[in-house]
């Protein structure tokens, strides 16, 4: 009997857990195999699209690169703090209309994937949260805090009615088929213990609680409470499983580069091996295929960069050399009669509060143009992977070794569909393997896919799709830029100067208001000092506790920013002076930015400078100069390699690409910010730069190759053989595109022949208003292959 009973227990559980699953939604559900929407099981590609970090006017152009690509669902988040700036103050307009956003996926006929959070990272300021919450009474931010949830609950309710009030959920006929609630909590509940599992289990209820019809997700949080579902994100995702046996197998993440930092090396993931992990994880069991991360990384306008931070200080004094050149410095002597007496000086340090992370090379898309071959590999991957779609939803896959590191995965479906993965994982050598009575070459480090467990369709380390080099190149403009010139003022005096005893902390002083925080202090000076003699001048030493609105890590909200010392002197008679204790004034902000010099009327109530002056290389300057729009459609960008803040370089032993030059140099213009004529363009440079070095460029195809081997597989040629018109090796070919309206002006072509058979070229050629198809073929004998 108690035995019996047991199984009983077993059987409820279970039923139970049934009913909870399909009570997710009528029309979204999911179980162990895919997400299923009406009643189908769907193996779902997506790529992230960040809203605000491209202005609206690219949006539909993106989206429709995005579904041209393969993907069937955009993924983004939804920043807290860009949406309502201050309490219950709301921002829903520009490029932060997420209703916009969303109809224009629902239009383009993909699905979208809300990831609500409300808190992001995302390399976004302060993770997405405002930095306004900080400051409620009580609040610990993202643990089991009541003033915090009380004030997460308000906007993701907010978000939630938003999009039920628009249809906007897939359940009300809109495009929205998941949402997210929280973000890579589970490391940080790890260290917070039990008040962060509590709150854990409150976010999954609340969210469950506001009845999307849709399922919601958490990523990297192993204890995600049912019915939500657990995800994965990281380079690789093929060893992660769900934490229950009837949720889906789902990559929120999959890491498509990295970010650039400044001053570090420019990170590069080969279109290869990124193709290699999709594969790898859809043989394994995975459904909800690696949401790219990012497919457009976009740009970071304002001040909404975030990450980790470094100490930065500008000190406008480092030295007491630098102060003591002349003898007005020093209250000169001007006769024998006249006793010397004590002079104090100014010490001035400047806190910027600034972002360590610069961009991304890792997007699919940049800019508006495909990032080649990483765009057009993923595409042909997307369309191998649609094709074995009926088999991998159908149950688990066969694992059949064909070698010590070599497999098959072989999926069957009851209505006799068949789909296998045959994977080399050598890292260093080709593999010939036997399956299913015939021969297969693998390249290494690569995954070939049959949709038929026959015909070879893709391969992971065989780029089809042609590489593009992409050019900066200036735009014409009569003369270049005409720059003016403004000096920030540094001096301590002004309305909004206030004095306090010691060092105040950065963020909670300017309240995020301005990057800028002055620090301003009197040093006295005895004429008796011995430095003044030996020309062993003092050392100023100033301990920065960092520089940016953090964006990670327990309680990120505590963490402080700014000068807070010690700061001393070390050289004098006494030995070591420690300034911290003594009186400072602070002025929160530039006198540029209280003036909005990159305003049109702000720039006109100073007088500029021009001429020699404009080179002189001065930290602390503003420059403005107008242009006129260039005609045409391409991207446009600045040109900053003659600036100085954020140029820095690194060393070439540690470089992966753009070796010896600025890890930030281009700054993307939209088109849709332009007027015809009299644009605007204003700058402020930190350590000084030469802005007549500075010049608009256009992004453009510079050139385009494609690498072909002879027993390449392609979508054309696994289509003519699957159907049974050709039972023989077919030649492979490469389709070479020109850049959107664009001529080739050249043609290099080197082919293979080889016994097998002949290498075909089929050279698409872009031409305004039409579309030209030329067929070459050549032969050159003796090479290994063709370029």
């Given at each position: 009997m108690k035995k019996l009973a047991m199984c009983n227990n077993v059987l409820v559980v279970f039923w139970l857990l049934g009913l909870w699953v399909c009570s997710v939604s009528a029309s979204v559900s999911y179980d162990s195999k895919a997400i299923t929407i009406n009643g189908q099981r769907r193996i779902l590609i997506s790529g992230s699209i960040h809203y605000p970090r491209s202005s609206p006017e690219m949006w539909p152009d993106l989206i429709q690169k995005a579904k041209e690509g393969g993907l069937d669902v955009i993924q983004t988040y939804v920043f807290w703090n860009g949406h309502e700036p201050s309490p219950g103050k709301y921002y829903f307009e520009g490029n932060y209309d997420l209703i916009k956003f969303v109809k224009l996926v629902k239009q383009a006929g993909l699905y979208l994937h809300l990831r609500i959070g409300p808190y992001v990272c995302a390399e976004w300021n302060f993770g997405g949260l405002p930095v306004w919450l900080k400051y409620i009474p009580g609040i610990n931010f993202r643990t089991d805090n009541g003033p915090f949830k009380a004030q997460m609950q308000k906007f993701t309710t907010k978000i939630v009615n938003m999009m039920k009030a628009e249809g906007l959920f897939e359940s009300q006929g809109g495009p929205i088929i998941l949402s997210q609630i929280e973000n890579e909590y589970g490391p940080m509940e790890y260290e917070l213990g039990a008040p962060g599992q509590a709150y854990t289990k409150w976010a999954a209820n609340m969210a469950v609680g506001l009845g999307t019809g849709v399922p919601w997700v958490m990523c990297k949080q192993d204890d995600a409470p049912d019915p939500v579902i657990n995800t994965c994100n990281g380079f690789y995702c093929d060893y992660f499983s769900p934490n229950k046996p009837y949720k889906p197998k789902m990559w929120t993440e999959a890491w498509t580069g990295w970010y650039t930092e400044f001053g570090g090396a420019v990170p590069y993931r080969p279109a290869e091996d990124l193709a290699f992990s999709v594969a790898r994880f859809i043989q394994k069991g995975g459904s909800f295929i690696n949401n790219y991360y990012m497919y457009h990384g976009g740009t970071n306008f304002g001040r909404t960069a975030g990450g980790p931070s470094l100490p930065q200080v500008m000190i406008m004094m480092l030295q007491l050399m630098n102060m003591i050149h002349t003898e007005k410095s020093w209250g000169a002597i001007p006769d024998c009669c006249q006793e010397p007496s004590s002079t104090y000086v100014e010490l001035v340090l400047l806190a910027l509060h600034h972002e360590a992370r610069g961009s991304s090379t890792a997007n699919v898309l940049a800019s508006g143009l495909l990032r080649q071959p990483k765009w057009g590999h993923l595409k042909d991957l997307h369309r191998a992977i649609k094709l074995c779609e009926p088999a991998l939803v159908s149950g688990d896959p066969a694992v059949i070794p064909l070698g010590n590191y070599q497999e098959a995965h072989v999926f069957k479906s009851t209505s006799g569909a068949c789909a296998a993965f045959l994977a080399n994982y050598n890292q260093g050598s080709f593999s010939r393997v036997a399956f299913g009575n015939m021969h297969y070459n693998l390249p290494p480090w690569s995954i070939s896919i049959l949709p038929d467990?026959?015909?070879?369709?893709?391969?992971?380390?065989?780029?089809?799709?042609?590489?593009?080099?992409?050019?900066?190149?200036?735009?014409?403009?009569?003369?270049?830029?005409?720059?003016?010139?403004?000096?920030?003022?540094?001096?301590?005096?002004?309305?909004?100067?206030?004095?306090?005893?010691?060092?105040?902390?950065?963020?909670?002083?300017?309240?995020?208001?301005?990057?800028?925080?002055?620090?301003?202090?009197?040093?006295?000076?005895?004429?008796?000092?011995?430095?003044?003699?030996?020309?062993?001048?003092?050392?100023?030493?100033?301990?920065?506790a960092g520089h940016a609105l953090h964006n990670v890590g327990p309680h990120f909200e505590t963490w402080n920013a700014g000068i807070l010392g010690p700061v001393t002197l070390n050289g004098l008679n006494e030995g070591r002076r420690d300034l911290s204790w003594q009186k400072w004034s602070y002025k929160i902000g530039l006198k540029g930015e209280a003036l909005g010099l990159h305003s049109l009327s702000g720039s006109s109530s100073v007088e500029w400078a021009q001429g020699s002056f404009v080179s002189q290389r001065q930290p602390l300057m503003w420059y403005k100069t107008t242009f006129n729009a260039p005609a045409g459609n391409s991207p446009l960008a600045v040109d900053m390699d003659s600036m100085g803040k954020g140029q820095e370089t690194f060393s070439e032993n540690k470089c992966l690409s753009n070796c010896g030059e600025a890890s930030q140099r281009w700054y993307h213009v939209p088109r849709s910010w332009l007027n015809p004529t009299g644009n605007l363009l204003v700058l402020l440079e930190e350590w000084g730069g030469d802005p007549n070095g500075i010049s608009l460029v256009r992004r453009k195809v510079d050139s385009v190759c494609a690498d072909i081997y002879e027993w390449q597989p392609t979508l054309m040629n696994y289509m003519m053989q699957a159907s049974g018109k050709v039972n023989k090796p077919l030649r492979p070919k490469a389709h070479l595109a020109c850049g959107p309206w664009q001529k080739s002006r050249q043609l290099s072509l080197l082919a293979l022949e080889h016994q097998k058979g002949l290498v075909e070229t089929i050279v698409k050629e872009a031409v305004t208003p039409f579309t030209h198809m030329m067929l070459l073929t050549g032969f050159v004998l003796g090479r290994t292959g063709a370029q």
């Open positions: 467990c026959k015909n070879t369709a893709y391969n992971t380390a065989r780029l089809g799709a042609q590489s593009a080099r992409m050019k900066m190149s200036p735009v014409p403009m009569h003369g270049g830029f005409t720059w003016q010139a403004y000096s920030e003022e540094t001096d301590s005096e002004g309305d909004n100067t206030f004095t306090m005893v010691g060092l105040l902390e950065q963020i909670n002083t300017t309240r995020d208001a301005s990057d800028y925080l002055w620090y301003m202090t009197d040093v006295n000076i005895d004429p008796s000092e011995g430095f003044l003699k030996s020309g062993q001048y003092p050392v100023l030493t100033v301990l920065s």
